[in-house]
């Protein structure tokens, strides 16, 4: 398993990270064979949210994750780097809160349903409009000073959200969570067609890849096999990705690996050191993926893989 450092926190953690969010309903004995799983391939970072659960039961998978594998255990707890995020509030109409107040008493939540005393790494869970920098500046002196979390940063933010951030907080902002697979790479269409009227050349993210490279920040990629918000796999869908399954397929056999390890390769192949979240709850799959974290595609087969997805190459 390849290992990056994690923005510049000296921390250095597998490209590949386990996303809890479906660890919800699972059993102990279900939710400890998916971690142990993970650890055996070299996964050694978890992804969490304070919202991830069962309608009526928020932070149920950071209970599961902690009950399943002994988290209170410091031998246990050492050997691995924790990630939880906030700012989602469970309302009938949803809405976001960086508020002080919030954020600690989210974190809080955290450490208890974790049974841990502090995470590495605290990401803000999607931008609050109505944020006050200085009051999220607080919260972090707070949280850092008290060791409640040792690192920050955030998820689904451009670069103009992060600036705005980063000028008030007096600690580095090391990671930035966004949605990145083959079938949904915005942030690289862009920059590949520059100054082009195709469609793919509008830049939506604000140049949010280069500059993540610029600041040392690490994206994390989530949904790495989703095609849109959520709209399902792009993996096996013929009807949709019928040439760029065909191309993954015949790399796959070329590296005797399975598709779902080209997809992560192709997302790990870039320079910018991404690491990829897993979001299956397959063991076998999770050892699958685990396969990509090593291959180092030709830029020939990158460049087809993303071709073959519909995008254009000027």
């Given at each position: ?15 590949i990270?386990?996303?809890c ?5 699972k059993t102990p ?18 992804d969490h ?8 039961r928020?932070?149920?998978?950071e209970?599961?994750f902690s ?9 246990v ?20 809160d ?5 954020i600690?008493?989210?974190v809080d939540?955290?450490?208890k349903?974790l ?7 605290l990401?803000?869970?999607r ?6 920098p200085?009051?999220v ?7 850092y000073?008290e ?11 451009n ?18 969570q ?13 920059g590949?067609s520059v100054n ?18 610029l600041?040392?920040m690490?994206i ?12 399902g796999?792009?993996?096996g869908?013929m009807e ?5 399954n ?7 056999k070329?590296?005797?690996v399975?598709?779902?390890a ?12 991404i ?12 050892k699958?993926a ?15 893989i993303?071709q ?6 000027p």
């Amino acid at each position: 398993m390849k290992q990056i450092e994690v923005g510049k926190s000296g921390i250095k953690a597998s490209n590949i990270v386990l996303g809890c969010m479906r660890l919800k309903g699972k059993t102990p004995q279900e939710a400890e064979k998916i971690i142990r799983t993970a650890l055996e391939e070299g996964i050694n970072y978890f992804d969490h949210a304070d919202v991830y659960g069962s309608p009526g039961r928020r932070g149920e998978c950071e209970e599961i994750f902690s009950k399943a594998i002994g988290l209170n255990n410091p031998a246990v707890r050492e050997s691995m780097f924790i990630q939880s995020k906030c700012g989602i509030v469970k309302s009938e109409t949803g809405s976001y809160d960086f508020s002080k107040e919030h954020i600690l008493s989210a974190v809080d939540g955290i450490l208890k349903r974790l049974d841990t005393d502090y995470l590495d790494f605290l990401l803000l869970h999607r931008p609050d409009s109505l944020m006050e920098p200085e009051e999220v500046a607080e919260a972090f002196e707070k949280l850092y000073t008290e060791g409640k979390v040792r690192h920050f940063g955030v998820s689904n933010q451009n670069p103009m959200q992060v600036e705005l951030l980063q000028k008030y907080i007096p600690y580095k902002l090391e990671v930035n969570q966004l949605q990145l697979s083959i079938a949904h790479c915005p942030m690289i269409d862009s920059g590949i067609s520059v100054n082009m009227g195709a469609d793919q050349s509008v830049n939506r993210e604000g140049s949010v890849l280069e500059y993540s490279r610029l600041k040392d920040m690490t994206i994390q990629a989530w949904s790495p096999f989703q095609k849109g918000f959520f709209g399902g796999p792009f993996l096996g869908d013929m009807e949709q990705y019928g040439e760029l399954n065909k191309t993954i397929d015949r790399i796959a056999k070329k590296y005797e690996v399975t598709n779902t390890a080209i997809a992560v390769a192709w997302i790990t192949r870039h320079p910018a050191n991404i690491q990829v979240i897993l979001g299956t709850t397959n063991p076998q799959r999770i050892k699958d993926a685990c396969r990509g974290s090593d291959i180092l595609l030709t830029r020939d087969e990158w460049y087809e893989i993303y071709q073959s997805s519909g995008k254009i190459l000027p």
